[in-house]
T-cell receptor, first 113, second 115 residues
Framework: NAGVTQTPKFQVLKTGQSMTLQCAQD?????MSWYRQDPGMGLRLIHY???????DQGEVPNGYNVSRSTTEDFPLRLLSAAPSQTSVYFC????????????FGQGTRLTVV | AQKVTQAQTEISVVEKEDVTLDCVYE???????LFWYKQPPSGELVFLIR??????QNEISGRYSWNFQKSTSSFNFTITASQVVDSAVYFC????????????FGKGITLSVRP
């Protein structure tokens, strides 16, 4: 059982470039979300989805786009990368409402130069 | 709005000491869930425990124990006889139910256990 798979694990971008961080889960979970982790800031919610076709903004959504066309996939798009988006990104999923354990991917370390 | 406060940022102990990690939460909802996650130096997030708002019973799992007190909005985590392998960042998190439910994390506590 793969769980939550994030790709890539590492990425270096130049300022202004765009890219998509991939997230896939094979547990048929309704809820998925993206977090960024920065030193001293904990995990901050970027966007989340309560099911296919439904997404909403979290705490720090600016500069990021998401879509949820299938239950399995929840990609995060950086529209025009900025150095401030240098961070570690985590994707998470949960079976239903967040009362159950959230499963996390291994993280993507992104550096924007 | 929901909020989790982990006032301690870094804790350093010597192996075999007991250590308590504090977590204070804020929510207006009566139904909510509290979690602790561990992030070892390898970087992955490991689920430790979940507690719902209607269950104030304390829990013990080996050297780990959790104290949930609604009266003080706290969900503290104690490691007894700490070991070097306990060195990690520990996150407390809160979720509420509802149409826009989401998981909110505290800023984390870095625990260093020295041999």
């Amino acid at each position: 059982n793969a769980g939550v798979t994030q790709t890539p694990k590492f990425q270096v971008l130049k300022t202004g470039q765009s890219m998509t961080l991939q997230c896939a889960q094979d547990m048929n979970h309704e809820y998925m979300s993206w977090y960024r982790q920065d030193p001293g800031m904990g995990l901050r919610l970027i966007h989340y989805s309560v099911g296919a076709g439904i997404t909403d903004q979290g705490e720090v959504p600016n500069g990021y786009n998401v879509s949820r066309s299938t239950t399995e996939d929840f990609p995060l798009r950086l529209l025009s990368a900025a150095p401030s988006q240098t961070s570690v990104y985590f994707c998470a999923s949960s079976q239903n409402r967040w009362g159950l354990e959230a499963f996390f991917g291994q993280g993507t370390r992104l550096t924007v130069v | 709005a929901q909020k989790v406060t982990q006032a301690q940022t870094e804790i350093s102990v010597v192996e075999k000491e007991d250590v308590t990690l504090d977590c204070v939460y804020e929510t207006r909802d009566t139904t909510y869930y509290l979690f602790w996650y561990k992030q070892p130096p390898s970087g992955e997030l490991v689920f430790l425990i979940r507690r719902n708002s209607f269950d104030e019973q304390n829990e013990i799992s080996g050297r780990y124990s959790w104290n949930f007190q609604k009266s003080t909005s706290s969900f503290n985590f104690t490691i007894t006889a700490s070991q070097v392998v306990d060195s990690a960042v520990y996150f407390c998190a809160l979720s509420v139910t509802g149409a826009n439910s989401k998981l909110t994390f505290g800023k984390g506590i870095t625990l260093s256990v020295r041999p």
